[in-house]
């Protein structure tokens, strides 16, 4: 699944930091593209802002500039990770909630796959990609707040409709296709949600009906999202490709995450049919945010999936190899992985072995 | 918390095995009951219906009569584990989700603890309490679908009460104060359901405030729960009680079961002001089912939380210490821990050992 590339004479990218150490990582995933720019058309980078230091200095965000010049000048973007109030703050909103919605970028796609030589990882190797419906479910945040003679109440809607569900279906089924494994597995919670799970789990289950024999030759599962955890931990090595609606993806990822030893190795894009916009798993990890220390490889693969899913595909292959022959000597590592690097080490290292 | 004792002249216990493993481990549990008989009022158990294969044989999965006899005869009761169908068939609702709301059973009580001297368990030793929202959340089932011009519309409702939210932080403050580290976190999603999941953060931090200083020695903190399933991965020791709404108190007691190595270790009770169900974490487990080795560890923990719920704690203690003793050398295990031994011989062991 990727756009075609020929009629492109440049390539405009948006970058978008955001807050913590998306603005430490961000920086070098740009790098990281500039690096393979022989394999692309002209790059031009655009900074736009969004984020919770942008809406206590501006009072939004996401300002509708950074929406407009996404959507009118950029063909792909980059995002960084944003800090949330714990508390409810009268007109903060999350921005990449509302990006993925806008822009109607429906896929969420997260390879999770384990780090060579790392000593950080736990147990057997993972090798899946999380496909994370990305505009409706509980995401939808229509809720309201009610006061009765018992005290509060409070209401949330959950959305699952059939049309986004069957087009999560198709990326899944799409990808698992290009696999040797060539597995599907459906997660919900149709054993209490029958009508909202059973909607989603239907409408997968039904795509290769209509798609003509394409995908005759993937298997289906499906998992319980709980029971989808536990044999997560237990046994990862069941899964291929796991898609999920929007929450049970949100916490299903982070559960493989933790497999491969950090979040901080974990790229994603979020996926529509006209637009990309890569984004590394982590957040904003303020207890280390401006220290230099946070893990740059999760933003840099970030670009490569972007590049990937763009058609660019030998850019994306040189900025892999650099990063899989970058971790897998375990010699370089940020901290969160147990080594002592600095973000930029990781980075030069990066580079250099691109150049090369 | 533990229910007076003293007005008991005897004990009636509903015993409800439902599906699949239920059928093979409830018996076990009934059985470590009367071990411990000498410790206990006079004892009776009532046999009662529901599940996947009653509502096969008589169209309801829960039975009016097994409510009423639960609600008029019964001190506490133990339930077993349901099959569900995984398409949505008329007429069929899962009975264990009924049951917590009918007898208003509002909190799910889920400790879990490392199994001594296990091969199985992975990483660090744990020790944590998951308290569950019982009655609420996506819960309520209160589920729609449309048909529109762009296909079906599902809606589900998530309630969440201010009621609801106090009084099991309650139950979390409660346990918290009983133990050496005296922490309560809260799982929530508050960045981004920031009103119902605000409303349950909130609630949950007002409890000290109005309990007269009970809990001032009580270290609040929280976590998202994407972020609190990674870290249970990572870091399972940063937990001390987990206080969550309905679903991601699901999936984070299954997390948390991973890590101790098997979900057939992992006891809970569903606990009201005025009843009290034992419960097994694992479900029907229909491919082990009726094979003789389902891990009866479980639902025998299950029935001391629930005596020692009910102010029993001698007969809780004995029971304890018994499974845990039969645990220890790790030389008697079913296969779930990756031993060769039968349900009836784990059983018996432990028997034996109450008894000596
Ligand atoms: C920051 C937050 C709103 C976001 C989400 O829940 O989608 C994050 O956890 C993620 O996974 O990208
Ligand atoms: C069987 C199912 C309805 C149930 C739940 O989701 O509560 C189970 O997973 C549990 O944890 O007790």
């Not at 603005?23 to 995933?29: D, F, L, T, W």
């Not at 319980?224 to 931990?233: H, I």
């Not at 898609?243 to 299903?252: H, K």
Request: aromatic share 4%; glycine share 8%.
């Amino acid at each position: 699944r990727s756009m075609a590339t020929s009629s492109r004479k440049s390539l405009t990218i948006g970058l978008i930091p955001a807050d913590g150490i998306g603005r430490e990582v961000i920086p070098a995933a740009r790098d990281a593209i500039i690096a393979v720019k022989s394999e692309l058309p002209e790059l031009k980078f655009i900074d736009l802002l969004a984020g919770w230091e942008t809406f206590t200095r501006t009072g939004t965000a996401l300002p509708r500039e950074t929406v407009q010049t996404l959507k009118e000048q950029c063909d792909c973007a980059l995002f960084g990770s944003v800090s949330s109030p714990s508390r409810k703050v009268a007109g903060y909103s999350s921005p990449i909630v509302a990006l993925r919605k806008e822009l109607d970028l429906y896929a969420n796609i997260r390879p999770v796959v384990s780090v060579q030589g790392s000593a950080v990882a736990q147990g057997p190797t993972v090798d899946l990609i999380v496909v994370r419906e990305n505009t409706e479910c509980l995401y939808v945040k229509d809720e309201n707040l009610i006061q009765t003679e018992n005290g509060k109440e409070a209401r949330a809607t959950r959305l699952i409709t059939e049309r986004a569900s069957t087009r999560i279906g198709k990326i899944a089924f799409e990808l698992a296709k290009a696999r040797p494994r060539k597995l599907v597995t459906i997660i919900h919670k149709s054993n209490v949600l029958s009508v909202t799970d059973g909607l989603f789990r239907e409408s997968v289950r039904a795509v290769p009906a209509v798609s003509g024999g394409k995908y005759d030759d993937v298997t289906i599962e499906e998992q319980l999202v709980d029971s989808a955890v536990y044999r997560l931990f237990r046994e990862p090595q069941i899964f291929d490709v796991m898609v999920a609606p929007n929450l049970y993806g949100d916490i299903i990822s982070d559960a493989a995450a933790a497999l491969v030893g950090s979040l901080g190795v974990i790229p994603s894009i979020n996926a529509g049919d006209d637009f990309v916009m890569g984004e590394p798993v982590h957040g904003s990890a303020p207890d280390i945010a401006g220290k230099g220390i946070a893990n740059p490889v999760a933003s840099i693969r970030s670009a490569a999936l972007m590049l990937r899913h763009l058609g660019y595909t030998s850019a994306a292959d040189k900025i892999d190899k650099a990063v899989n022959d970058t971790l897998a000597p375990a010699k370089l590592l940020t901290p969160d992985l147990r080594g002592t690097a600095s973000t930029s080490q990781v980075t030069d290292h990066i580079m250099g072995l691109i150049e090369k």
